[in-house]
C-alpha cells in the first residue's frame, strides 16, 4: 500500500517561511521522481517543483528563487523549503511521485498552506 504523507502546512505571514515534508511508504523511493503540486481554490492544480532520482530540479517560475526541493533518499522523504511567502501562496499543496521505470503515479492527501496577515 502507497503513501504519501504530507506535513508542515499551515497559517504564515507574507514573506514568511514554511517547510513542507513528504514521507512516503510502500514505493521504492530512490526509483520515483518526486514532485510538489498546489491547488487554490477555483484552479486547476499546478506543478511546483520536481526533482529527478539523480537530483536535478526544476521549478514554476513563480517559486524560482523562492521555493527549493530536496529529498532525503536515507528517509524517503521529500521537502519543499518555502521562504518569502507571498498572499498567492497560499493552496493546498500535494506530494506526487512516479516511477521511472513502472511510470507508477500516486498523491498524497495534501496539506493547507495560507499565506496571509
Known amino acids: 500500500q502507497v503513501q504519501l504523507v504530507e506535513s508542515g502546512g499551515g497559517l504564515e505571514q507574507p514573506g514568511g517561511s514554511l517547510r513542507l515534508s513528504c514521507a512516503a511508504s510502500?514505493?521504492?523511493?530512490?526509483?520515483?521522481?518526486m514532485a510538489w503540486y498546489r491547488q487554490a481554490p477555483g484552479k486547476q492544480r499546478i506543478l511546483v517543483a520536481r526533482?529527478?532520482?539523480?537530483?536535478?530540479?526544476n521549478y514554476a517560475d513563480s517559486v524560482k528563487g523562492r521555493f527549493t526541493i530536496s529529498r532525503d533518499n536515507a528517509k524517503n522523504t521529500v521537502y519543499l523549503q518555502m521562504n518569502s511567502l507571498r498572499p498567492e501562496d497560499s493552496a493546498v499543496y500535494y506530494c506526487?511521485?512516479?516511477?521511472?521505470?513502472?511510470?507508477?503515479?500516486?498523491w498524497g492527501q495534501g496539506t493547507q498552506v495560507t499565506v496571509s496577515s
Open positions: 510502500g514505493i521504492v523511493f530512490s526509483r520515483n521522481t
Open positions: 526533482i529527478t532520482t539523480q537530483g536535478i530540479t
Open positions: 506526487n511521485s512516479r516511477g521511472i521505470q513502472s511510470g507508477s503515479v500516486h
